[in-house]
């Protein structure tokens, strides 16, 4: 490709919406154009990269066994009404009606078309395994869409389904798609890593997340360095301390703390480790009954130690608050507590609640909550001897650095990370619901085992700049950039030497398969080079009229500070072995 037949648009300026690096950078290098709120054109520059991203997941998911097909973009409610998500997804799912006032949804995901597709074509245990991949459009109505293609609304996604007669089976069509996934993402040539998670909203018991781990990523993501455990925040186990409770030293005392409604801030008064503080946090249930019947809240008191923060996925496990849970109204809280947020505690109520208590606060002594009573806190709470051993004790904190590993092989360590791929096991979640059956051997029906697997397509460029730029610009991995290679002649215009040899090489390169392109712009050198390195070209070949004469061209890969002098004879064989490594 030349550059004067190409589309480049660089901006010198970023727009002022443009919060994060990479949504900066692909928007100054003319990758991608604001459309509205979190919908972007994808510019030339940015689909080459997108294409590449296509390209390499297309050949791993054909090696791997899937076979691609498409399915529609607006899918009829019909579907997502019979497993219940039409309801139970939220305002993310765009819901529209036709011209005859039909339901249907603009797709998040696809699981309900896929095992529409299931139940029809497969009726025998001979036709399985099964898995099938899409590479297509999606749209997720983002209450507040930022980030640019890292948190968007309309994007695109790979995503792939399996279907096996029983759970042995459905483990191994997982992970031959878990090796799949991660042959994928070495071969983007990114720092990634591959973490146990939670199965949020998909559902199932077994999953993965794949996290580009760069410094601005917007998950926790929790290892232990001296071993291979790794999970994400809401999956990673906080272990129940080891060792008895310590023997009670202190007497309950009501104690002043004016104006202090936070734990930090009543330690700091009290001279005391914030550690010795027990936040309460308030929960309300809405149970119903076998008719669907409102039968009244309930409301729960979760403490934890005022150093810890509550996790809320590992709450949503907490039996009583698994069907779903929200914070209580203030009307609640003072009809429980008789007292407003900040000095609220598990003594001394108006009304019961449901307590559940974290593993850590359950062998703490000594310790310090509030009095139900504006401007007191209580001080030397202990268990047994001023409130009843808690009859309800769950992990529902975030781990934090120095934790001791779940595996038993050290501390656990966090770093950021940004969420590419996630692998589900779903069992017959989606199967179940729908009656997607098969005969198996014995001639009885039984319901497909499912896996889901999502990689995604456009969020990856954003987090690969995330992970790979300077203060110049983005570099990109050999694998993804737009063009692998690009020759920049200086002063083509005016010597004919300059622009032959540029011609020359520009066609031995494209002989030798090397993706490259030939800008012969015209452009001034600082301004040539700036725009290179700003779209982030890994590989870059220099020809001038003094170097020619010296029978020399200039190479630079977009990490090294200097150019390196190669022979003109040798740059092709040179740069063959640069791009081979």
């Not at 808690?390 to 781990?399: F, H, S, T």
Request: hydrophobic fraction near 40%; charged fraction near 25%; include cysteine.
């Amino acid at each position: 490709m030349k550059a004067s037949q190409f589309f480049i648009s660089t901006l010198k300026e970023a727009p002022a919406d443009a919060e994060v690096v990479s949504h900066q950078l692909m928007t100054r290098a003319g990758m991608i154009k604001k459309l509205g709120a979190g919908i972007y054109s994808y510019m030339p520059m940015g689909l080459r990269v997108i294409r590449k991203v296509e390209a390499i997941v297309r050949e791993e998911m054909n090696r791997a066994g899937a076979v691609e097909l498409s399915m529609p973009v607006v899918q009829p409610a019909e579907l997502w009404q019979e497993t219940g998500r039409f309801e139970k997804m939220g305002p993310e799912l765009l819901r529209i009606k036709d011209r005859h006032e039909r339901d249907y949804v603009v797709q998040p995901t696809s699981e309900e078309v896929i095992t529409d597709i299931a139940r029809q074509e497969i009726k025998s245990y001979k036709q399985l395994p099964r898995n099938f991949y899409q590479i297509q459009t999606k749209f997720r109505d983002e209450r507040r869409p930022r980030f640019g293609l890292m948190r968007g609304r309309e994007f695109t996604m790979k995503d792939a389904y399996s279907f096996d007669r029983d759970p042995a089976a459905a483990k191994t069509s997982y992970q031959v798609m878990a090796q799949a996934y991660r042959r994928i993402f070495d071969r983007f040539g990114l720092t990634y890593r591959a973490v146990a998670a939670d199965s949020g909203a998909i559902g199932g018991d077994l999953s993965e997340e794949f996290q580009v781990i760069a410094a601005t990523g917007e998950d926790a993501i929790v290892y232990c360095p001296g071993s291979d455990y790794a999970a994400n925040m809401e999956k990673a186990e906080a272990l129940a301390p080891a060792g008895p409770r310590p023997a009670a030293t202190q007497a309950m005392t009501m104690t002043p703390t004016p104006g202090k409604s936070t734990c930090a801030a009543v330690a700091e008064l009290l001279g005391v480790p914030l550690s010795t503080t027990v936040k309460s946090l308030v929960l309300a249930t809405d149970p119903v009954n076998e008719q669907g019947e409102a039968t009244g809240s309930q409301v729960w008191l979760l403490l934890l130690r005022g150093d810890h923060g509550m996790n809320e996925v590992k709450v949503g496990k907490v039996p009583g608050l698994d069907a779903g849970f929200r914070f209580a109204s203030a009307a609640e809280i003072d009809e429980h507590f008789g007292c407003e947020p900040g000095y609220l505690g598990p003594i001394k109520l108006k009304k019961p609640v449901k307590i559940v208590a974290d593993r850590e606060v359950v062998v703490m002594s000594d310790w310090i909550c509030g009095a139900n009573a504006p401007d007191f806190h209580l001080t030397g709470v202990n268990w047994g001897r001023d409130l009843p051993e808690p009859a309800l004790v769950a992990d529902l904190r975030n781990v934090v650095e120095g934790d001791a590993s779940p595996d038993g092989r050290g501390v656990l360590a966090i770093e950021r990370g940004i969420e590419i791929g996630h692998v589900f096991y779903l069992g017959t979640k989606y199967s179940r619901a729908m009656n997607a059956t098969f005969l198996d051997v014995n001639g009885k029906p039984q319901f497909m085992e499912m896996g889901c697997y999502g990689i995604g397509i456009t969020r990856l460029p954003a987090a690969a700049i995330e992970q790979n730029h300077d203060e110049r610009g983005i570099i990109w991995p050999d694998a993804i950039a737009p063009f692998t290679v690009v020759v920049c002649p200086i002063g083509p215009d005016r010597s004919p030497d300059v622009k032959a040899a540029a011609d020359k090489l520009y066609e031995e390169l494209l002989a030798a398969g090397v993706d490259v392109l030939l800008d012969d712009r015209g452009e001034r050198p600082g301004a040539m080079f700036a725009d290179w390195e700003l779209i982030g070209v890994p590989h870059r070949i220099t020809i001038g009229d003094r170097g020619l004469k010296e029978g020399q061209l200039e190479y630079q890969h977009r990490r090294d500070a200097a150019a390196t002098k190669v022979g003109v004879h040798d740059m092709v064989a040179f740069l063959s072995a640069r791009l081979q490594k």
